[in-house]
């Protein structure tokens, strides 16, 4: 019988441990998509049009996409993305996690992390969040973003895309094609941030979920990103 409970007790200890290490985790993407957003508002002339950002129905973030450590160009990232209520005409809501995995842009750049920021420009963008996974370039149009503050958003980038991406590496924002890369839910981070089981709905489209103290600073940094 000590032997049993000796073993439960480990067993808690080792499960409670696992979701602290994973609450910390979450805490720091939104923590480090936070400082993303800030430095592009707080960035030089040549970054994302605030029309765009203003256009937008949502922005997801993924801080310090890394290669893979399995095949060959592969990447690998995890962030946040937050959709704008009253069908994006609102405030940015309660952020749903998600990763990012695939594609070669990190090669092209050059770099051994960067960055990502994506720009949802239509309800079908939004509708495509919902999915177990989305292709980017594939299931949805997908293109690098046109860069500087006061560039025209009629481009035929921004007229046939439903999502413009963006990478910054080396202190600066450009656009980047992820096409080959995809998109998924974080459900166990979803989870952790959220103490239940919650879907990628609630938080995005339906938008009544409190904003959890671990994101709001991103919130505060989407919404300035507005108003700047």
């Known amino acids: 019988m000590r032997l049993l409970l000796a073993s439960l007790v480990l067993t808690l200890a080792v499960q409670g441990s696992a979701y602290a290490q994973l609450e910390d985790k979450v805490a720091d993407r939104l923590w480090d998509s936070a400082k993303v957003i800030d430095e592009l508002v707080k960035g030089p002339d040549a970054g994302i049009p605030k029309d765009l950002l203003k256009r937008a129905d949502c922005v997801?973030?993924?801080?310090?996409?890394?290669?893979?450590?399995?095949?060959?160009?592969?990447?690998?990232?995890?962030?946040?993305?937050?959709?704008?209520?009253?069908?994006?005409?609102?405030?940015?809501?309660?952020?749903?996690?998600?990763?990012?995995?695939?594609?070669?842009?990190?090669?092209?750049?050059?770099?051994?992390?960067?960055?990502?920021?994506?720009?949802?420009?239509?309800?079908?963008?939004?509708?495509?969040?919902?999915?177990?996974?989305?292709?980017?370039?594939?299931?949805?149009?997908?293109?690098?973003?046109?860069?500087?503050?006061?560039?025209?958003?009629?481009?035929?980038?921004?007229?046939?895309?439903?999502?413009?991406?963006?990478?910054?590496s080396r202190g600066l924002f450009a656009g980047v094609s992820l096409k080959g890369s995809s998109l998924r839910p974080d459900n166990e981070a979803n989870e952790n941030l959220y103490g239940r089981k919650v879907q990628a709905k609630e938080l995005l489209i339906d938008g009544k979920e409190v904003i959890p103290q671990a994101a709001q600073k991103l919130i505060d940094a989407l919404t300035r990103s507005l108003a700047n």
């Open 60 to 168: 997801a973030v993924i801080p310090a996409v890394k290669k893979a450590a399995f095949g060959f160009g592969g990447q690998y990232g995890r962030g946040a993305v937050s959709c704008r209520r009253d069908e994006g005409k609102g405030a940015f809501g309660s952020p749903s996690m998600l990763s990012i995995g695939g594609g070669s842009f990190g090669l092209q750049l050059g770099g051994q992390s960067i960055d990502i920021v994506m720009l949802f420009m239509s309800p079908k963008s939004m509708q495509s969040l919902l999915k177990d996974k989305v292709a980017l370039g594939g299931d949805i149009a997908a293109a690098a973003g046109p860069i500087g503050r006061s560039a025209s958003a009629e481009t035929n980038a921004t007229l046939h895309a439903e999502i413009l991406t963006y990478a910054k």
